[in-house]
């Protein structure tokens, strides 16, 4: 049986934990946008050299290259037996490009899981990282707890809230994600793919519920 996936899910929600976990446990890569997207520029294809030029400058490497170095990435053997997507697509447009690269060898893809985490705990989840300003050692208030709340258990420095991590930042971010990502869980809906994931609970517990997805029996 073949596992052509994509994870769906808003920062904080374990995305990427449970991609990586997946993709080791089914034998198929992980195929995450930032790491593919710093591979094809470390290994200079032409592709991956236009895209460093976007990187280096802090621009956004439009979706033409994106999706050039998705179909490249997609083609490689280790993918023949499936992957698990991480970060793509992101839009319509995309997930209509993907559709395009499956179908020219006849392949398509067999679930779209959605990480279900409420808005509070995507909060708490993001707000509560801590950075020591003299190491850079990270924290995390309840996950990953220092010793004491405000110094780091290695150097002793004091450990402080990036800005991105505030609750206002990460209040935008989730807006940001929710606007670009609504239509594009209509449009996995539409074609019977999407499946509700409860991104709550133990890591154990969420990994059941996307395999129980994957598997077609329904949301989880």
């Not at 690269?101 to 392949?107: A, D, F, M, S």
Request: hydrophobic share 40%; aromatic share 4%.
């Amino acid at each position: 049986m073949s596992n052509r996936i994509i994870l769906l899910g808003a920062p904080g929600s374990g995305k990427g934990t449970q991609a990586r976990h997946l993709a080791a446990e089914w034998g198929v890569p992980q195929i995450a946008t930032g790491d593919m997207l710093r591979e094809a520029a470390a290994h200079g294809s032409p592709l991956g050299l236009e895209a460093k030029r976007y990187m280096d400058t802090g621009g956004l490497v439009p979706d033409g290259v994106v999706i050039g170095l998705v179909a490249e990435r997609l083609a490689r053997p280790d993918a023949k037996a499936g992957f698990v997507l991480d970060g793509f697509p992101r839009t319509v447009a995309q997930a209509e490009a993907l559709d395009r690269i499956l179908r020219e060898p006849g392949l398509s893809l067999d679930r779209v899981a959605f990480l279900d985490v409420s808005r509070a705990e995507l909060l708490r989840r993001l707000t509560g990282r801590r950075v020591c300003r003299r190491c850079g050692a990270a924290y995390h208030l309840v996950s990953a707890p220092p010793q004491t709340s405000d110094r780091c258990d290695a150097c002793k420095g004091e450990l402080y809230q990036r800005e991105d991590d505030a609750p206002a930042a990460v209040a935008r971010r989730l807006d940001v994600y929710e606007k670009q990502t609504a239509p594009l869980l209509a449009y996995y809906e539409r074609g019977g793919l999407l499946a509700a994931v409860r991104g709550e609970g133990s890591m154990d517990d969420v990994t059941a519920g996307i395999r129980k997805a994957v598997r077609g029996t329904g949301a989880a």
